[in-house]
């Protein structure tokens, strides 16, 4: 009995590890490899409509605790976006679960053609 549950806690211990490495290395480089990629801002639309409209708006002006992206987008960099959209940030989601690495590239491009 002590040997099974030895056994157990070292699996869990190693399965915990093993899933916190990959959250800290996979980080930076999603961010590179969605900035590599062509958006196209007719497909960046759906992804709004379907994922951000119920916060930030329709027309993205935001309202409420939801900031307006018409006036904070202009200002941000490409990377800061991304990284926001996948990690979220305080009652903001996060959409890497949830976004392809395209569909957030797609995102991008449509909130720079629409937000500038
Ligand atoms: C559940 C509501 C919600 C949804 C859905 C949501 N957001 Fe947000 N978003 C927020 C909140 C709240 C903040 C402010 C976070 C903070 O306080 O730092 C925010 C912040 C942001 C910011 C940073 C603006 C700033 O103030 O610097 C960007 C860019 C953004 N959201 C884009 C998006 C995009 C793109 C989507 C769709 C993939 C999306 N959001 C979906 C609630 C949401």
Redesign the pocket.
């Known amino acids: 009995m002590t040997r099974f549950c030895t056994a157990l806690l070292f699996l869990a211990s190693f399965a915990t590890l093993n899933l916190t490495g990959c959250a800290g290395e996979d980080g930076g480089d999603d961010v590179d490899a969605i900035l590599a990629l062509n958006g196209v801002v007719a497909s960046g639309a759906t992804v709004?409509d379907a994922?951000?409209k119920?916060?930030?708006g329709a027309d993205g002006a935001g309202g409420g605790?939801?900031?307006s992206?018409v006036a904070?987008?202009p200002g941000?960099g490409d990377e800061e976006?991304v990284s926001?959209?996948l990690e979220g940030?305080?009652?903001?989601?996060e959409?890497r679960s949830k976004l392809s690495d395209q569909e957030v590239a797609d995102?991008l491009a449509y909130?720079r053609e629409t937000f500038k």
């Not at 940030?89 to 989601?93: D, N």
């Open positions: 709004y994922q951000c119920v916060c930030h605790s939801f900031p992206l904070m987008v941000q976006i926001i959209v940030e305080a009652a903001m989601p959409f995102l909130l």
